[in-house]
C-alpha cells in the first residue's frame, strides 16, 4: 500500500508566497515522476510542475519564474515553491506519483494525494 499526502496550503494574499510539501510512503521501490497538479472550480485538473528521478523539471507557462519544484529521491518527497501568488493560482493543489514501482511487484502505479486547498486573495 502507497499513500501520498500533501501539506502546507493556506490563504495567503496576492504577491505571497506558500511552500507546498508532499511525501509518498509505503512499500516503494522507486518513484519515477513527481508532481504538483491543480484544479480551479469548474475547471479541468491541469499539471504545475513536475520533477523527474533525474533531477528534470517541467513547469506550465502560467508558473514559470514564480514557482519552483523540488525533490528528494532518498525520502520520496517533493515541494513546491509558490513565489508572487496571484488569485488566478487559487485551486486545490494535488501531488501525484507516477511510475512507482512497488517491491514485489513488476507493475508501475500512479498514486495521488487528497488535496490541499491554496486560495490567493486580490
Known amino acids: 500500500q502507497v499513500t501520498v499526502m500533501e501539506s502546507g496550503g493556506g490563504l495567503v494574499q496576492a504577491g505571497g508566497s506558500l511552500r507546498l510539501s508532499c511525501a509518498a510512503s509505503?512499500?516503494?521501490?522507486?518513484?519515477?515522476?513527481m508532481g504538483w497538479y491543480r484544479q480551479a472550480p469548474g475547471q479541468q485538473r491541469e499539471m504545475v510542475a513536475e520533477?523527474?528521478?533525474?533531477?528534470?523539471?517541467n513547469y506550465a507557462d502560467s508558473v514559470k519564474g514564480r514557482f519552483s519544484i523540488s525533490r528528494d529521491n532518498a525520502k520520496n518527497t517533493v515541494a513546491l515553491q509558490m513565489n508572487s501568488l496571484q488569485p488566478e493560482d487559487t485551486a486545490v493543489y494535488y501531488c501525484?506519483?507516477?511510475?512507482?514501482?512497488?517491491?514485489?511487484?513488476?507493475?508501475?502505479?500512479?498514486?495521488w494525494g487528497q488535496g490541499t486547498q491554496v486560495t490567493v486573495s486580490s
Open positions: 509505503g512499500a516503494i521501490f522507486s518513484i519515477n515522476t
Open positions: 520533477i523527474h528521478s533525474n533531477g528534470t523539471a
Open positions: 501525484a506519483a507516477g511510475g512507482v514501482k512497488v517491491y514485489l511487484s513488476g507493475i508501475y502505479y500512479d498514486f
